[in-house]
């Protein structure tokens, strides 16, 4: 079957993935470290951990805000790329579902072909909306408090503590974690282990040419059998 290749993922978009990535990584080690001390010394002294720590947090919550920006307001797709319409949820959820835990296994095709409009599927829109407008804005909010101990004190009392926002905190962090080890393992289930991380670091992406005649504006066709 004849492939084209699209251009998916733009050049801002590539930085931030990369960049935010790092910066998670690095928060979940740091702040492994800084939970479980006693068995983790990955970021040096305990001291070392924290100032990596904060720093990190500090960068990811910059790049959350550079990805807010960049497709809220210069690309102006942001609800189209990231929240799931009803139709979408209805018919294609739990065929992608199927095809992640089974059909893939068989060696089907994904029932869903990204486009720069619709990057990705429902099941992907689904963890997307959850993890960068609910987990990732918490983990910072928590993340603040927890940097601002002093200033925010009051605010600190009044939502149960120190500790009820540090447990939170970590609470958020692993389920941050946990969706970043997915993340990675969905990654592989392309047509190769390597065929969805790719276009972030070209930008393109091949896909199946299902219209022979309407090729998308911007695609460049490869002949690729």
């Known amino acids: 079957m004849k492939t084209k290749l699209i251009y998916l993922q733009p050049t801002p978009v590539r930085i931030w993935h990369w960049l935010n990535a790092l910066g998670i990584v690095t928060l979940c080690i740091s702040g492994a470290q800084i939970r479980f001390p006693e068995f983790i010394s990955i970021c040096g002294n305990y001291r070392s951990a924290i100032l ?105 009392l009044v939502i149960g503590g120190l500790g009820v926002v540090a447990t939170l905190h970590f609470l958020l962090a692993c389920v941050l974690g946990a969706f970043l080890v997915t993340h990675v393992y969905l990654a592989t289930l392309g047509s190769t282990p390597l065929a969805y991380f790719k276009p972030m670091w070209t930008g393109w992406e091949k896909v199946e040419h299902h219209h022979e005649h309407e090729p998308p504006h911007g695609a460049a066709t490869d002949n690729v059998h």
């Open 52 to 156: 990596l720590h904060n720093t990190a947090g500090i960068v990811v919550a910059l790049s959350f805000s550079f990805w807010f920006f960049y497709y809220k307001l210069v690309s102006g797709n942001l609800v189209d790329i990231y929240v799931p319409k009803v139709q979408e949820l209805s018919n294609g959820l739990m065929k992608q579902i199927f095809f992640y835990f089974y059909a893939y296994f068989k060696g089907a095709a994904s029932p869903f072909h990204a486009t720069p409009e619709n990057k990705f599927n429902p099941m992907q829109k689904s963890a997307y909306l959850a993890v960068m407008f609910v987990i990732v804005p918490l983990v910072s909010l928590t993340g603040i408090m927890l940097l601002n101990i002093g200033p925010l004190r009051q605010m600190l």
